[in-house]
């Protein structure tokens, strides 16, 4: 299939400054979220891609020029019929509108993560392509490089088939990793493999909606991973369930569908009464900070989502690390 339109990223304008030039494009917050999955049942798209431009505090300090060019590219990637969508029947990693969910991520990965289209991407639990599909649109051709690692085989050879052909950048690949609930046959333990890249190959590494489906040690080998294949400087951007205390879950403003996350004995972890551990992960507080600090991250952000019953630009909660630069001296 080629139908994947070749908008790319737009070209710097007439009178853009050396500043839009450097950090590259943003995309706005689209601020979904009502799904668990980070996405939203989205009933009312429009009014989701409608809040498409809104500002929200921003770790890349874009320029109010670079707000606008990526208004409009998210605009275009959540209302472009010609990019590729998998069926509804072929979906598996949550409800709402694909391009729209992607391209609210696309804005919090450039927003909030910095991420410059210049960068490579590490993309850990691909799934169907619902971050690489956006990320086609902002990433350089011929100067990035994209990888999606998944266990679920049919979702990554939808990306296989449908993306790379048109853009060679962007590569897919299936891993047996065991998980109980996306595959629960799997014969590679996630605790202890290695990912398939060698030492400092990217700048970004993304776990979207990953981590709500881990046991620990899971999170724990892919921080050290991660940190391994970043470059210096580069960033991690990880959703999270990040469970505060007790009592906010059983606060009426807390999410009903979360409500129901009960602690694991001496663990760290939450998980859902009566559904398959892996159906939603939660964290104690301080737990994955303490993860991302013991393989070398530094925090730059902690987000808490919409779930906990707060305002939010986006559902779950956001976590952003940095490998240090390397010291001048
Ligand atoms: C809710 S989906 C999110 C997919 C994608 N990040 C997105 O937002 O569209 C969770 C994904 O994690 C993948 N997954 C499950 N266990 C994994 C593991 N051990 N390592 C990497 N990915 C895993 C699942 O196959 C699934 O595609």
Redesign the pocket.
Known sequence: MSDVAPIGPPAAKEGATQADADSGLLIPDTSLGENI???DDVQDTKAAKGRAGRKSSSFANLTPRQEVYLGAICRQIAQNRFLPTPTQDEV???DGDYLA??AE?LGHFVRLGGLKPTESVI?????????AVPLTQYLVPGKTRYLG????AD?VKWCQKTITPVYRDFRFQT?D???E???PE?K?A?DSWKLPAKDEEFDFA?????A???PPA?VER?CSEIFRVLRPGGRLFM?AFIVRNAEELAAPKCDPRLSGLVREKDKPCWHLRGENP?AAVGFDEGYLESVLAKAGFALLRKGFGAWHGDKSPHYQDILIAQKPRRSSK
């Open positions: 999955d980070g996405d598996f990693v949550g969910i992607g991520f993309d850990i639990g691909s799934g169907i392509g619902r971050m690692i998944d266990p679920v979702g891993v990793l065991a998980n609930l996306y595959n799997g590679v996630g993304t776990m979207v909606s990953v709500t489906h881990l899971e892919y959703t892996m």
